[in-house]
């Protein structure tokens, strides 16, 4: 009886043995597999990691290019004219404006993210706004197409304080135009929108330059409070429209005394001999709606 256990569990054994190395042999193949297929993918995100770099020096050297010819473009075929430049020739003094009564309707804004689009006139920086943006004044709607930093002659804007000032013009299908603008006062702190538009300033007189990589939204340009008062007078800036009627709000928004040293650095600096400018953008500025 004795041998016959001492047999049964001599077989236990084997078989144990065998199936331990049954699994350990199993397991060694797995992870044999496993570190072949890390390998292997290893090798493909190192091949796809070259790729990427190739692309990327191709793109890099193709900007360059592009900045190149849009260079030589702007040296052959700089724009001019009443449609581009953003000086205004000096014009008389706006006159009031009688208005049917002294209540304002609130403005309706809607306005839309996009692409930075900008073109420096050389007296101001033009954006050009995404499409979709509206404004509302009681049933008549307006599209927005452009906005205009401009600095006011002699640090005055209709009779106020302002370090540089934010013209956002809308116009209907019919050509009728009208503008909203927003005094930038100096403060201690920086304006987050301001900021990207300075840092992106295209050369005074270059093509519009598109900056894929920045969005802007004009929202951040109005103030919190938006009453308002109404002006009418003349375009600060090209094409130089009269009769223009202006909705400036009461409160402004703050802007670094950096910011507006570098927009006069980049933009006002290569038209320091051009005439002021007259019109809502000058000292006198547009005539207050009485």
């Known amino acids: 009886?004795?041998?016959?256990?001492?047999?049964?569990?001599?077989?236990?054994?084997?078989?144990?043995?065998?199936i331990f190395g049954t699994l350990s042999f199993v397991k060694s193949k797995q992870a044999s597999t496993s570190a072949g297929q890390?390998?292997?993918?290893?090798g493909v995100i190192t091949s796809q990691k070259?790729?990427?770099?190739?692309?990327?020096?191709?793109?890099?050297?193709?900007?360059?290019?592009?900045?190149?010819?849009q260079s030589k473009l702007a040296a052959i075929s700089a724009p001019s004219g009443p449609s581009e430049v953003g000086v205004c020739p000096a014009a008389a003094a706006p006159?009031?404006?009688?208005?049917?009564?002294?209540?304002?309707?609130?403005?309706?804004?809607?306005?839309?993210?996009?692409?930075?689009?900008?073109?420096?006139?050389?007296?101001?920086?033009?954006?050009?706004?995404a499409p979709g943006g509206r404004l509302?004044?009681?049933?008549?709607?307006?599209?927005?197409?452009?906005?205009?930093?401009?600095?006011?002659?002699?640090?005055?804007?209709?009779?106020r304080p302002a370090a540089l000032a934010a013209h956002l013009v809308h116009s209907t299908a019919s050509g009728d135009t009208v503008v909203v603008t927003v005094l930038l006062r100096e403060s201690a702190f920086q304006n987050r929108t301001v900021w990207l538009l300075l840092n992106?300033?295209?050369?005074?007189?270059?093509?519009?330059?598109?900056?894929?990589?920045?969005?802007?939204?004009?929202?951040?340009?109005?103030?919190?409070?938006?009453?308002?008062?109404?002006?009418?007078?003349s375009l600060p800036f090209a094409p130089c429209s009269p009769n223009i009627r202006f909705f400036q709000f009461n409160n402004s928004i703050g802007v670094s005394?950096?910011?507006?040293?570098?927009?006069?650095?980049?933009?006002?600096a290569a038209a320091a001999d051009k005439a002021p400018v007259?019109?809502?953008?000058?000292?006198?500025?547009?005539?207050?709606?009485?």
Do not use: C, W
């Open 1 to 18: 009886m004795k041998a016959v256990l001492k047999l049964v569990a001599a077989l236990l054994a084997i078989l144990l043995i065998a």
């Open 38 to 42: 890390l390998k292997q993918a290893v």
């Open 50 to 69: 070259k790729e990427i770099d190739t692309l990327k020096t191709e793109i890099d050297d193709l900007h360059e290019k592009l900045r190149v010819v």
């Open 95 to 129: 006159v009031p404006v009688e208005t049917p009564d002294g209540s304002k309707t609130p403005l309706g804004l809607r306005y839309q993210s996009g692409v930075l689009r900008a073109f420096n006139t050389g007296a101001s920086l033009r954006i050009t706004a």
């Open 136 to 159: 509302q004044v009681g049933a008549e709607m307006y599209d927005l197409k452009h906005i205009h930093l401009v600095r006011p002659e002699g640090g005055l804007l209709n009779g």
């Open 200 to 233: 992106n300033v295209p050369a005074p007189g270059a093509l519009e330059s598109t900056i894929a990589n920045i969005s802007i939204d004009p929202t951040q340009l109005l103030p919190d409070n938006r009453g308002y008062e109404v002006f009418r007078g």
């Open 257 to 268: 005394k950096d910011q507006v040293e570098r927009f006069v650095t980049r933009i006002t």
């Open 278 to 290: 007259a019109g809502a953008g000058g000292t006198g500025g547009a005539a207050k709606a009485r």
